[in-house]
Structures are given as C-alpha cells and as structure tokens.
C-alpha cells in the first residue's frame, strides 16, 4: 500500500510531537527527557544527525518511554535530535520536533551527584504503584533514575523521568518490589540512590 496517499481524513489518529525536551550532557553521552500530549499521542521516533553512538539509527519510543540515554558520542560535538510523531498505527506523521544539544568539550569538573529525593511514598493499585516524592532543591537537578527489584512491567529496565510522580504498571498482585530511585544532574553524575518497598 502507498501510504503518500493517505489524508486527515485518515481512519488513523494521527500522533503529536513531543514538548519541553530538556538535556543534560557530558562528554560522550546525551540524555534526552521530554512531555507528551495527553490525548491521542502514541510514541515518537527519534532519530540524530550525525547520527552516532547508540543512535546511529532511529529509536521508537513508545509513549511510556519519555526519556533516552544515547551513549558513544564525541567530544566538542553538537548533535541535532528529531522527534517525528507515529500515528495510531504506529506510522510517522509530518509533526517534528527538532533540538541542537552539544558535548561537553572536556570532562565536567562537577562530580558530585545531586541531593537524594525526599518524602518518598508508594501507594498500591491494581498491578501498579504509583511513587510520589520531592525532587532535591540543587540548581543542576535533571531527573530521577527509577528501578525495581525485581525488574517487572514497565520497570523490567531502569526509567529514568523529569517529574516528580511514577506509576509502575504491568506489576504482579500480592508481590513485594523494592523501587530505588536515584538523582542525576546535568553532568550526569548520579547519586546513591533512595528506596521503597
């Protein structure tokens, strides 16, 4: 099927780019954190020029996925990255969203990581646990690594996010899990890390 031939009267539910993408970078690495729309989004391609690392290809990120490490970089480097929204049937829309982001040209003199988050609370659900916590105060604050013991659903790899609220879906009922989450700056340095069980 051609798909040149398709219009907005399209039975599909076309997608929307992504906003608010924030960086933070090192000299090799890139981490990328975005917002997605409520309503009718279901994930975005990522693609970079030059294209490196581990993004030498384009990535698809599903709409739970709101953030990318991309590792492997040069130095001294800037890197344009391209959001292309997917439609409902997972094809990429004409809507993109395009950042510059540079490396760092040598090794951050920064090496300490940020203040853990407080007030750390889980409340159980039906196959989930919704985190809530308060992010530390530090001006070079990017995010909060998330990962559980054991790794399962939407945590079966570490997530890492820029708010302050994290539902863990697709969880077993009646089973224990440990979630520790860890700070990271703009230097990527990472912290210990805190946890709830």
Known sequence: ADASGDSCNSASVKGSVVYNVKSASNTEKI?????VPSANYFGVQVSMTPAEGTLSSPKICEKTEKTLLVKGLKANTEYSFT??????ESKLGSETT??????????????????EVTELKAASGDGLVVLT???????DFYG??????PAEGVLANPVVVTS???TASALTNEKSYKFTLKTIDDSL??????FVD
């Open 144 to 149: 909060v690594q998330i990962s559980a013991e």
């Open 98 to 115: 395009t950042i510059k982001i540079k490396t760092l040209e040598t090794t951050p003199a920064d090496k300490t990581a940020p203040a």
């Open 189 to 194: 340095n990472v912290s210990a890390g805190v």
């Open 133 to 139: 916590w308060k992010n530390p105060s530090d001006e």
């Open 164 to 166: 302050n609220t994290f």
């Open 31 to 35: 981490i990328l954190g975005w917002q």
């Open 83 to 88: 959001f292309t929204a997917l439609d409902s």
